[in-house]
């Protein structure tokens, strides 16, 4: 496929990765449909993009609530009269031990939340993404979702890793279940990349330290650096139902 030709939905829009891949996206020719809950970051973004090559629409939704999904499908089709794309980048994430020594536990909700918008929150753009192409034989489409280093394990991280994993599998069902409707399915797995979820205020600068020590390109990776598995991803007609890591060789 090529970006000028992407009608794309790109969720998480407002800020990190999401905001990246939107800008990119949008600087390539594509137009792009912006989605996340924070309308403030959603009209920054569009008042960036003013004036690029391709247009940019934005749409405040939570992708974990099944009506805010499809309705930020429908609207997206409504304002570039088709979709064809999807970057599912929304997540969250809420760190914590299994158990703790003196007994307090991983709450249930703080489980919940993670999976609500991480995996849930993907399945449910995914589907209304892919039944509108699938009824409107609209054909090549690409659904890039975004996972995580995370995907392998990483201590405090239960949830966020579960999600991730999960996120990665279903790549894995959804492109052979998409492939004979012309829509191929891909996931990009970023290890730590330079984006304000690793600022000082919300995880210790030693911490930070000691991950980059160990990666063995020796530094973060940066946002543009997962853009352009996104490109390779949206560029290369026969891949499918795999997942690209982009981590610098690093894993936890």
Request: a negative charge; proline letters at 3%; one cysteine or more.
């Amino acid at each position: 496929m090529l970006i000028r030709d992407l009608k794309i939905i790109v969720t998480g829009a407002a800020s990190g990765l999401g905001a990246s891949a939107a800008k990119f996206l949008c600087r390539e020719g594509a137009a792009v449909a912006a989605v996340d809950l924070d309308a403030a970051g959603l009209e920054a973004l569009r008042g960036e993009l003013a004036g690029e090559a391709g247009r940019i629409s934005i749409h405040a939704a939570d992708v974990s609530s099944e009506p805010d999904a499809t309705a930020a499908v429908t609207q997206a089709v409504a304002a570039h009269g088709t979709v064809n794309g999807l970057v599912n980048s929304a997540g969250i994430y809420r760190d914590g031990l299994l158990v703790h020594g003196d007994g307090r536990k991983l709450p249930l909700a703080q489980w919940r939340k993670v999976l609500d918008v991480d995996l849930t929150g993907t399945f449910l753009m995914t589907r209304e993404v892919a039944a509108r192409m699938v009824t409107s034989k609209t054909s090549p489409g690409v659904i890039v979702n975004i996972a995580s280093i995370s995907r392998h394990g990483n201590v405090a991280q239960s949830n966020y890793a579960a999600a991730k994993a999960a996120v990665v599998a279903d790549t894995r069902v959804w492109a052979r279940e998409l492939a004979g409707y012309g829509i191929r399915v891909a996931a990009v797995s970023p290890g730590l990349i330079r984006t304000p979820i690793l600022s000082e205020d919300l995880i210790d600068p030693a911490v930070l330290a000691d991950y980059v020590a160990r990666i063995p390109l020796g530094r973060l990776g940066e946002p543009r650096e997962i853009d352009a598995a996104i490109r390779f991803i949206i560029d290369c007609d026969y891949f499918t139902g795999e997942c690209v890591e982009v981590n610098g060789g690093f894993y936890f």
